[in-house]
């Protein structure tokens, strides 16, 4: 038989929902038809890219890096630009944290699929989330299937963007990668704003995976990892 | 008076269209409210970016380039990839030419509106055309549509995409820069796939703008500049 032909391309950011979602496209279009995709964008912290690395090489998963040198030049946002401190106040529930870049997630798409177009992959899958603590409007069904709509048409090609996390919380998530085999693999992944190995258990995107183990009733493997294996 | 805030961003390539552009959202929109924003993404020929400097600092446009270093990384295109040659077959008004970039148009606008974002810049003005002979489903009205959707629900902002040469011929497009006074503004734009000038005349986007300067009983000024000045 001869190899199988990629079908979808994951987006993935070496954190925890990205690296479900892998997990979830090799159950769904099965091993050796799964890519994928990782940006490398300045984000403030190498060890994102590095996650990405060890969780594609854990998974089997041919894997590439695409530099994006677009959103530093832009500047001005907290992901990208190291000066501007992370935002971890009370507000982050009422208006956008300072870590929004806009159109990010657009852009990651619209690339992942100038990306899959040539290799004939039709299946795009992203880890984003309405149900999302941060409000990123990019990370929104309504978003999601409007941009669907616009790489379908601009591209006259025939995509589909998979986002199996979408209405899921967070401690849906975690039982989601439990039972997708992914447990070991989150072992891998990379959340903490502050890039910090344990995690600073601080910052909004620590206090956000904190919670959804907790809410799942599951110790999170990174922390188990870092307690038994101090970095 | 406090100076004008400004309204209105132009997506400007260095070559004829999106310079009439320029003119048409100075008319629109007023002097001392457009920005001109110009993307250097590995594209073949850096005359372009010159152009588009030219034509901005003639018009008193303020003038931002940004760099995207993704395209050239994805390869394999006529337009970033030097090792491939621009297709100028009889082929062209049958199938995509190989100067084809998957979402070019997608990435520049949406890069556009995460840079307009900040600025409070509502409306941006591309020079896009469905009658353009490339075929680029990039450029058709029904994707712009789809596009200016998913980027008001992207980035949850009013934003507008302006394309007043979707449905003109390129004899059409060359009497509107002359009635908006962008004649001399002409003579600064590059077309040329081989980055040539004076422009080769021979290669398709080359043939494109002759046709149009023909069509409309019209010289073109940079071939007229050329004659005159030889660079």
């Given at each position: 038989m001869p190899p199988s032909l990629p079908a979808a391309l994951v987006v993935l950011s070496g954190?925890?929902?990205?690296?479900?979602?892998?997990?979830?496209?090799?159950?769904?279009?099965?091993?050796?038809?799964?890519?994928?995709?990782?940006?490398?964008?300045?984000?403030?912290?190498r060890i994102e890219i590095d996650c990405a690395i060890q969780v594609a090489a854990?998974?089997?998963?041919?894997?590439?890096?695409?530099?994006?040198?677009t959103f530093a030049a832009?500047?001005?946002?907290?992901?990208?630009?190291?000066?501007?401190?992370?935002?971890?106040?009370?507000?982050?529930?009422t208006e956008l944290?300072?870590?929004?870049?806009?159109?990010?997630?657009?852009?990651f798409l619209t690339f992942a699929a100038a990306f899959a177009y040539p290799r004939g992959i039709h299946h795009l899958v992203a880890g984003v989330?309405?149900?999302?603590?941060?409000?990123?409007?990019?990370?929104?069904?309504?978003?999601?299937?409007?941009?669907?709509q616009t790489l379908r048409r601009g591209m006259d090609y025939d995509l589909t963007i998979h986002t199996p996390?979408?209405?899921?919380?967070?401690?849906?998530?975690?039982?989601?990668?439990?039972?997708?085999?992914?447990?070991?693999?989150l072992a891998d992944t990379h959340t903490c704003y502050h890039g910090q190995q344990p995690p600073c258990g601080e910052c909004p995107a620590c206090l956000l995976?904190?919670?959804?183990?907790?809410?799942?009733?599951?110790?999170?493997?990174?922390?188990?990892r870092c307690r038994a294996f101090p970095p």
């Open positions: 954190g925890q929902d990205s690296t479900t979602c892998l997990y979830w496209a090799l159950n769904q279009f099965g091993t050796g038809t799964v890519l994928a995709l990782t940006f490398d964008y300045g984000q403030r912290h854990r998974a089997g998963v041919p894997h590439t890096i695409l530099p994006i040198n832009l500047g001005g946002n907290a992901l990208t630009d190291a000066g501007i401190p992370v935002q971890s106040g009370a507000n982050s529930n944290p300072n870590t929004f870049v806009p159109g990010r997630n657009l852009i989330a309405q149900t999302d603590y941060s409000g990123y409007p990019d990370c929104r069904q309504a978003t999601l299937q409007a941009l669907e996390l979408m209405f899921k919380s967070k401690a849906e998530t975690v039982i989601m990668a439990r039972d997708l085999g992914a447990w070991s693999a995976r904190a919670k959804g183990f907790a809410e799942a009733g599951l110790a999170d493997p990174l922390v188990e």
